[in-house]
């Protein structure tokens, strides 16, 4: 895996948050953007480091998420379903919000940018892995679920 190309793919994904982008379709950019990083999680291996380094001082900006707003305005609130593999036919629906799911990816791929740049490779890719299985990957699966459904109507 090239750490400068999934360096890049992050950093495509984090300029959402950051400044109006002009795309002749936002939506199908975003999509192949988050399919991009998608590929990631199945090329990466790391070994773990156990060095003990200095945490990520992770702040909340309000501009980011009119930033989102920004380059899509078109975003809307949608269903998600609380159980996806059990009670089927009798889950509870819970809403969605596309806006948060890109803001809190882009918030998690800004500490593994954070990791690359002052701690280590491995240690980034940790919190790549780790974020994914605990946090963004469901936000990613969530939105690009909602980007799908959006596009064509359904």
Not at 94 to 116: Q, T, Y
């Amino acid at each position: 895996m090239n750490i400068q190309e999934f360096k890049k793919v992050l950093l495509n994904i984090i300029k959402w948050n950051e400044e109006k982008i002009s795309s002749e379709n936002n939506y199908d950019l975003l999509n192949k953007q988050l399919l991009d990083v998608y590929q990631f999680v199945f090329k990466i291996t790391y070994i773990f480091d156990e060095k003990d380094y200095n945490n990520y001082d992770r702040k909340i900006n309000k501009k980011s998420w009119n930033n989102i707003q920004n380059n899509f305005p078109e975003f809307q609130q949608y269903n998600v379903t609380k159980d996806v593999s059990v009670n089927i036919s009798n889950t509870e629906l819970l809403i969605g919000d596309p806006i948060d799911d890109l803001n809190d990816i882009i918030n998690d791929f800004k500490e593994v940018i954070w990791c690359l740049e002052n701690t280590s490779e491995n240690d980034a890719l940790w919190y790549f892995m780790f974020g994914y299985e605990s946090h963004w990957g469901k936000h990613l699966s969530d939105l690009l679920y909602y980007l799908y459904n959006s596009k064509f109507g359904l």
